[in-house]
Each structure stands twice: as structure tokens, then as C-alpha cells.
């Protein structure tokens, strides 16, 4: 699978829209790109995915570029209960069912 | 739908024991991960079973074991109980288990389980 590299932390201000990062630069050409989101002490919880096209869906939205290396997830009016950490993962068939969950993104969502 | 379900919440034992987690995916599903979670390692993949298969296997000691029942539900078992075993444990199911084709995997809220 490919690997990912997202940004640590961030902050964002309620009501805004929160701009998640994520490179995949060694992505293949049939990898979907996902995004699962774990609240403190919960399971992850799925957000969206895409392959090719942007997707947004009741969450949030997905843009990825045209040459696949990176991918933007799009928290659109953020909310308290958006703080989270963020996984932003490549699945591919090499690796079968399984999703390699990297650190992920620490976003806090502020007042 | 009910969601995944994982059973205890949270559970104490100590060092040599021995322990079960269960798993009831969601109804339909046919394919179930377990995965741990630690501070210092993140989520880490155990294994992955498939109409009572285990078709996917992470890189775990053989103290850690599952298995999947007809029903699809799941068990994963760990044996001689170290420190290092305390963490989170996840389990996941997906339909058909093909999330490199844009399946989605729900997860549960886990076991805790704390090694004294």
C-alpha cells in the first residue's frame, strides 16, 4: 500500500471550514484513497473515500488531485464535536482487507 | 441495523493469563479485522477473518488467535498475557471484505484491556 503522509495537528475555528491535508505520492492507479476519523477512545469511524473523482457525501468532501499524489479532505463547517484524530489511508489489493492506519491528524476544533 | 458490537468494554487481568474478546459484525457482513491500538504503535492489523477463514494476518506472536463462527461472528484470544498487551482492541466487519475496492470498514468501540 501506498504510505501517507499527513500533518500532526492542527487547530480550526468553529463554524469554519477545517482543510485536511494528505500526500500520497507513491499511490497506484486502482488504490482508493479513505478517510476514518476516531474520536477519544471510540472505534475510527468511516468518513468518505474516492479513487479518481472528487466525493462528498452528508460528512464532509474529497478532493484529490489530477495526478492522485495528494488529497484534501474538506470539514465544511466545523463543529465542537469534529475535534478528532484523523486517518487519511491508501488501501490497495496487495494488501487485501487490511487498512494501515498512520498517525493521522490531530485536529481541534475551537470555540 | 445494530452496529458492531465488542464485548467486555473493558476488562483487568494480569500478567499470565489468558483472555477472549468477541465480536458480533453487523448483520449481512461476512468479513472481520481485529486490530490493536497502543499509544507508542497506533492502530496495528492482528488479522482478518472471512467465512471462518482467516484470510489476512498481521505481524503478531502466536499468542495472539482468533477464529470466526458460521454466524460470522468472532472471537480473538490471547494467551499468556504480557504487559505490553494492554491497549485498545478494535474489531471491524465490511460485507465482503474488499476494501481495495472501495468497501467500507465499520468499526466498534472496543475492548480495553488493562494487563496488570
Known sequence: ?111 | KAGVTQTPRYLIKTRGQQVTLSCSPISGHRSVSWYQQTPGQGLQFLFEYFSETQRNKGNFPGRFSGRQFSNSRSEMNVSTLELGDSALYLCASSSQGVTWRGEKLFFGSGTQLSVL
Open chain 1, 1 to 111: 500500500d501506498a504510505k501517507t503522509t499527513q500533518p500532526t495537528s492542527m487547530d480550526c475555528a468553529e463554524g469554519r471550514a477545517a482543510n485536511l491535508p494528505c500526500n500520497h505520492s507513491t499511490i497506484s492507479g486502482n488504490e482508493y484513497v479513505y478517510w476514518y476519523r476516531q474520536i477519544h477512545s471510540q472505534g475510527p469511524q468511516y468518513i468518505i473515500h474516492g479513487l479518481k473523482n472528487n466525493e462528498t457525501n452528508e460528512m464532509a468532501s474529497l478532493i484529490i488531485t489530477e495526478d492522485r499524489k495528494s488529497s484534501t479532505l474538506i470539514l465544511p463547517h466545523a463543529t465542537l464535536r469534529d475535534t478528532a484524530v484523523y486517518y487519511c489511508i491508501v488501501s490497495g489489493k496487495a494488501a487485501g482487507n487490511k487498512l494501515t492506519f498512520g498517525g493521522g491528524t490531530r485536529v481541534l476544533v475551537k470555540p
